[in-house]
């Protein structure tokens, strides 16, 4: 997939914006901690916000992409972002948490313009190795953008550590905006000019099916790591977190590896139900060798999960919207992230740590299981447009027609 023309410098570009993204909701927390000298609860509610305008942002700004083009909507939020993470020091507490939910409502939309690229780059043979690929980068952003935020915090003067994330967050978005990777494959009308159909066209069972799907990828990721310290805590040794939670993210770059070598795709729902009993299983491990172990399933199929979900929003959204499609989609993971850790939180204070994998899990298995019965809701005449990775398997796998 790398020696496909434009993917290497696409992937290599997006990396560096991903991990600094990745890592600006652990830098602004770590601010507020030593440069503001806050409590945690004020800590996070600023990632918080920023999620929130992440959330929001995502359809608002593949619509601008879908309209306007590429670069003018890459050049409204690195602006954005530059003045954000300058004016930083000088914000008082309350404007900062009216300035972060914008920062992140124009956040620079690098996940999406990937996505886009990476539709617009491969054939559709290639598409499932390369969002395979796509999703193996998304691991490695979350591996290193927070670990580096972290050593920077102990080295480095607060305001001078943000800064740093910001700077990476504009030289990322300035050097995809410099690349301008093309979002519409050449039989395709470029952004700004292709039609628009109407939302109830493109916007039914199948497409609200795929995102209910990574929603629930979301909800289940984003307590993990909460139920993995609080397992570890309880057993007396929390201090082996940081490895179990590197276990975990290095097998999900090998299993999005595999996956990305399989001839023949999976549906989404089944990945889905089968990480949701891999998650509920790990809370069965009484220790960090043990965790380490059980949280090997849980990460062989994380990324091939999410890479089937961003392929299946490729293949079910027209051209014309595909950046308004594309939005929706991170807006639903974003939602996701934000609700997985209050959720599998109040789980462990009212149970036990083992409750909290239990929880991630279950709303895993509810999120496929409603994935896969809305897919199958989808009117007769619309079943051709249903991905097959999003649907039941058939003898004779069905071509999305955009």
């Known amino acids: ?228 310290v609080a397992t570890l805590r309880q057993a007396g040794q929390v201090s082996w977190a940081s490895l179990v939670v590197a276990v975990c993210g290095l097998a999900s770059v090998t299993g999005g590896l595999c996956y990305g070598m399989l001839n023949r795709p999976l549906p989404t729902w089944l990945l889905l139900g089968l990480l949701g009993v891999a998650t509920v299983l790990a809370g069965l491990a009484p220790s960090w060798p043990w965790l380490c172990l059980a949280v090997v399933g849980t990460g062989l199929l994380t990324a091939p999960t999410l890479s089937t979900v961003a392929d299946a929003v490729s293949r079910l959204a027209p051209a014309g919207v595909r950046g308004e499609a594309t939005g929706l989609q991170a807006s639903a993971m974003s939602a996701g992230v934000a609700l997985g850790a209050p959720v599998v939180g109040w789980t462990i204070d009212a149970s036990a740590p083992a409750a909290g994998f239990a929880a991630a899990g279950l709303a895993g298995l509810l999120a496929a299981l409603a994935g896969h019965l809305l897919s199958r809701r989808a009117r007769r005449p619309r079943h051709r447009d249903i991905h097959p990775e999003i649907a039941a398997p058939r003898p004779e796998p069905c071509q999305a027609k955009l």
């Open 1 to 228: 997939m790398l020696g496909v023309p434009g993917m290497a410098p696409l992937l290599a570009v997006s990396l560096l914006a991903r991990t600094a993204i990745t890592a600006a909701g652990m830098a602004l927390t770590l601010y507020v901690v030593l440069g503001l000298h806050l409590g945690y609860a004020a800590a996070g509610a600023v990632p918080a916000s920023l999620t929130a305008g992440l959330a929001l942002g995502g359809p608002l700004l593949g619509r601008l992409i879908d309209r306007r083009g590429l670069r003018t909507a890459l050049l409204a939020t690195v602006v954005t972002q530059a003045g954000f993470w300058l004016a930083l020091p000088a914000l008082r507490y309350p404007v900062l948490l009216g300035a972060a939910f914008v920062a992140g409502l124009l956040m620079v939309p690098a996940q999406a313009v990937t996505r886009q690229a990476i539709a617009a780059l491969s054939t559709g043979g290639q598409r499932r190795p390369a969002f395979a690929l796509e999703s193996v980068q998304g691991e490695l952003s979350y591996l290193v953008g927070p670990a580096a935020v972290i050593l920077a915090a102990a080295t480095l003067s607060p305001a001078t550590m943000a800064w740093g994330i910001g700077g990476a967050i504009v030289v990322g978005g300035a050097a995809l905006a410099a690349l301008d990777p093309p979002l519409r494959s050449p039989d395709e009308a470029p952004a700004g000019t292709a039609p628009r159909p109407p939302r109830r066209e493109w916007l039914g069972a199948g497409m609200i099916a795929v995102l209910v799907l990574a929603f629930g990828i979301a909800l289940l990721l984003g307590g993990i790591d909460l139920a993995i």
